[in-house]
């Protein structure tokens, strides 16, 4: 600032009056330029909040990613090796080994074999339904839904007979509690089918039959056929028995 002191006493007035004017112009700046400091601080820890939170999500979402792809990779190893040798026959070090990784890191997954089985059963069942629920809701007659759904049960099953073939032979062993449990899950998977024979009795297609008692009918057929199927050496493709499993089903419960 312009100090008064150097004009003369007829203009000091005027040279107070600068000053004052000077001051109050730098201390406007210097206080603009003290909030846009601040906003820049702001901005900075709002970036450094974001970059702290985005980091942590990122890193959760890495290990998460991480351990469902390690979860995966002991699934499909497991898969594969009961496919060839059984569920006896197999070791939890060979699936370990097919799936890279260390035996330690299998029980933090599954608490054993058993364990690891009825999840491979679990998982491929889902998958199952999320395909068929699919292909039968593009079908309106609902009899044709369920020839669809024969179909592709036998053709699953088929596909994947391993598996039921040490579900009924091998008997893989679970606590009773913990098998109650399981098949409790697996009936209530069929709710979709059970609940559409339920709308067909209402409806006055099907007979005033127990829908509980008509869908454990349904999949003894089923199953019955599979497991003659899987005795018989596999000699023939399991589909053509969709023709077969349907009229005996279908002549039973409709009118």
């Known amino acids: 600032c312009v100090p008064p002191f150097i004009f003369k006493n007829k203009y000091r007035g005027i040279g107070y009056s600068m000053a004052f004017f000077l001051r109050s112009i730098f201390l406007r700046k210097l206080y603009n330029f003290r909030e846009i400091i601040f906003e820049e601080r702001r901005s900075l820890d709002k970036f450094f909040f974001l970059y702290k939170i985005s980091e942590k999500y990122l890193t959760d979402w890495s290990v998460k990613n991480k351990m469902k792809n390690k979860r995966e990779s002991i699934i499909e190893?497991?898969?594969?090796?009961?496919g060839e040798k059984g569920y006896s026959l197999t070791t939890i070090d060979e699936i370990t080994k097919k799936a890279g990784i260390g035996k330690g890191t299998f029980y933090i997954y599954f608490k054993n074999k058993d364990d690891l089985f009825y999840a491979i059963v679990e998982e491929n069942f889902n998958n199952f339904l999320n395909e068929v629920k699919t292909e039968i809701e593009k079908i309106d007659n609902f009899f044709?839904?369920?020839?669809?759904?024969?179909?592709?049960?036998?053709?699953?099953?088929?596909?994947?007979?391993f598996l039921f073939k040490i579900l009924v032979q091998e008997k893989p062993s679970l606590k009773r509690g913990e098998f109650i449990k399981f098949?409790?899950?697996?009936?209530?998977?069929?709710?979709?089918?059970?609940?559409?024979?339920?709308?067909?009795i209402k409806e006055g297609t099907l007979k005033k039959l127990d829908p509980d008692d008509i869908m454990y009918s349904f999949l003894g057929i089923l199953h019955g056929n599979i497991h003659r199927w899987l005795l018989s050496g596999r000699q023939h493709?399991?589909?053509?028995?969709?023709?077969?499993?349907?009229e005996l089903f279908i002549n039973g419960i409709r009118k």
């Open 77 to 82: 190893a497991a898969s594969k090796t009961f």
């Open 144 to 161: 044709a839904r369920l020839k669809k759904f024969i179909e592709m049960y036998l053709l699953h099953h088929e596909k994947n007979y």
């Open 183 to 200: 098949w409790n899950t697996f009936f209530s998977k069929w709710d979709f089918l059970k609940n559409e024979i339920l709308k067909q």
């Open 237 to 246: 493709s399991l589909s053509k028995k969709t023709d077969t499993v349907y």
